[in-house]
């Protein structure tokens, strides 16, 4: 359960503007190889050791025949051919179609095994990513456009995949066969091997030339996609808030940007890759010509056999494949230290809010609150929100809190929750500090009713036991009618079975706040925070969740934050709250009677 900042949190400075802030400018550190990055990345490989050792295996014969095949081919010319050897040629073509039969099997079982260690290690990657993500306070996702997010668990964590699952032993078996191509070749004609390296000084300087140009272009890439993720989801969320205010035009014209932007990008690094890869290509079929060319002077000068020619044809040809492979797997190698970057300065986010290693279980509160000298600020360098703000609230009395736009009401709330931690002081509840127990055993015992009633898609029964996934049929049903949510779900065709859409759009804006109601009744929480829980809704609605608050509040300290005074005028305590500091407190009469602060708030809802 959570419930979002109010008017004491982080706007996001239009639209736009925390997608620029950091989309656009976190993907553009590191370096070409961060050996960082790699050893912490082939940690996730560690598991898969037996499924990995097999397709290094696999590799290994591989190479060997890509390495033999060859060879067996001037074993064929010079020797059964030449020599008009039948039987031998039919011995050598058997094995050399065996070599060939081999070598498909060898491939074909290291990319299976890979493919399943790269499904493992993605899921497993994805995973913790975002067990991370619900670890981290909220004030990370404050700060951090929701797509950017999602980008990194999908795109980035695909790229990192293909690298580790794939890329290393591709590396490895390219190194192999292009030592193993140099050890043959230098040992059946030196100079021909000297000539066909003639060309290796000339891929070396495109080889550099186009690193030098791709590590940014492949950075830029991830950067781009981000953006477009992290925009696309923000405009979708706030399609209602587009149509409402006819932005159509301008959205789409902003998404048209980065989406171009995208594209150029995109462009722009496979543009390197279109060229990089022909002048290989060229360089490849340079070496070809040479090799043919004194080669086959040498065979019409009998200094070299025939055989020993086309195996030398054909290991040239491999040997630029591997240089080839190895050219893709840097592009890979760019895109993935990108990804792997912000993977792992995501991971590496502080959770901010963290159990220490001795923090105990909650026991059962009764519900007191108290903050002693608290301070707090939402990150370093930002101004104060709260000011040594000091209060007592005793177990199971209601206490509002009021204020003007931005003066810290909701604030307050999430430190009572420890959704953030303190700047300085401490919150307690039954006098025990809220540090020194684990997260999760405090807030089984806080409910929250949010003023913007999020539900899951699935059903009506999920959504309200998701406090308690355990809870049977009728514990779901008793909650709801305490809820007075029960006779609008009984009415629906599928009653408690019932599908929510995207976004709840099949229920009224009351329906969903009843079922946020109900599903804070069925955790049976001891402290109980209302944010605005009435403030979207009809007169009509109103009565109905007011009736069922009256419920849900009875035996329970509450937290009521209300910019609507009329639903708070029986809190046992109303605390007015301005620029960070309690002002006034007391009840409603009373504070009418001091023609103070909430005496003006109050005159100015109900001056007519």
């Known amino acids: 359960m959570s419930f979002g900042i109010g008017s004491s949190g982080f706007g996001m400075g239009g639209p736009g503007g925390l997608l620029d802030a950091f989309g656009a400018h976190e993907d553009r550190r590191g370096v070409v190889f961060n050996p960082r990055v790699v050893t912490r990345l082939l940690v996730y490989l560690k598991p898969h050791t037996r499924p990995l050792a097999l397709a290094f295996a696999a590799m290994l014969a591989g190479t060997a ?89 999908i795109n980035d964590v695909a790229v990192i995949n293909e690298l580790l699952a794939q890329g290393w032993i591709t590396f490895i078996g390219d190194a192999f066969i292009l030592i193993g191509i140099i050890t043959i070749m230098l040992g059946m004609n030196v100079r021909l091997a000297l000539l066909s390296f003639l060309v290796i000084p000339l891929m070396v300087l495109a080889t550099a030339i186009f690193a030098r140009y791709a590590r940014q272009a492949f950075r830029e890439t991830r950067s781009s996609v981000a953006r477009v993720v992290g925009n696309l989801a923000e405009d979708i969320a706030g399609m209602r808030v587009i149509q409402a205010f006819a932005q159509e035009d301008a959205t789409q014209e902003r998404f048209r940007e980065v989406n171009t932007a995208n594209r150029e990008a995109h462009i722009n690094a496979m543009s390197l890759s279109f060229v990089y890869m022909p002048v290989i290509e ?136 420890r959704f953030y931690e303190v700047s300085e002081g401490t919150v307690r509840i039954d006098g025990i500090n809220v540090r020194d127990v684990t997260q999760r055993s405090l807030r089984r015992q806080v409910g929250i009713v949010p003023q913007d009633s999020f539900l899951f898609a699935g059903s009506i029964a999920e959504n309200i036991r998701f406090g308690k996934p355990g809870a049977s049929d009728e514990e779901v049903q008793a909650a709801a ?4 949510a029960h006779d ?97 407190q007391g009840r409603h009469a009373d504070l009418l009677a001091l023609d103070g602060m909430y005496a003006r708030l109050y005159a100015r809802q109900f001056k007519s």
């Not at 220490?356 to 909650?362: C, G, K, N, S």
């Not at 009618?481 to 007075?484: F, P």
């Open 488 to 584: 609008f779900i009984d009415a629906l065709p599928d009653g408690y079975q019932t599908h929510i859409l995207e976004n709840a759009a099949n229920l009224s804006v009351g329906q969903r706040q009843l079922i946020c109601i109900a599903r804070a009744v069925l955790v049976d929480p001891r402290i109980l925070i209302l944010d605005e829980a009435t403030a979207n809704i009809d007169t009509v609605s109103e009565a109905l969740i007011q009736q069922a608050l009256e419920k849900l509040l009875h035996g329970r300290t509450a937290l009521i934050i209300a910019h609507r005074l009329s639903t708070i005028q029986t809190a046992d305590i109303i605390l007015v709250v301005e620029d960070g500091r309690i002002v006034e």
């Open 282 to 417: 060229f360089l490849s079929m340079l070496a070809t010509a040479v090799v043919l060319w004194f080669g086959g002077q040498a065979v019409t000068e009998q200094q070299v056999t025939l055989g020993v020619l086309v195996a030398f044809l054909s290991y040239v040809s491999r040997f630029f494949q591997p240089i080839q492979e190895l050219s893709r797997l840097y592009t890979t190698l760019q895109s993935a230290m990108a990804g792997g970057e912000q993977v792992l300065n995501l991971l590496d986010t502080p959770p901010g809010v963290d159990d220490r290693p001795d923090a105990i279980e909650m026991p059962l509160i009764q519900g007191q609150i108290t903050f002693e000298q608290v301070s707090f600020r939402y990150r370093e360098g930002t101004p104060e929100v709260l000011h040594n703000l000091n209060l007592t609230i005793p177990a199971g009395q209601r206490a509002a809190l009021v204020g003007p736009t931005g003066a810290g009401t909701t604030t307050i709330a999430n430190l009572a929750a």
């Open 481 to 484: 009618r305490l809820a007075n």
């Open 65 to 153: 025949l890509t390495l033999l095949i060859p060879y067996l081919l001037k074993l064929t010319i010079d020797g059964a051919i030449t020599a008009g050897d039948l039987p031998g040629l039919l011995r050598l073509s058997l094995i050399t179609g065996a070599a060939y039969l081999g070598l498909y099997a060898a491939s074909a079982g290291q990319q299976y095994l890979l493919s399943r260690v790269g499904a493992r290690v993605l899921a497993e990657l994805r995973a913790q990513l975002f067990v991370h993500l619900n670890r981290v306070s909220l004030s990370y996702h404050d700060t951090h456009i929701v797509g950017v997010s999602v980008s990194r668990v």
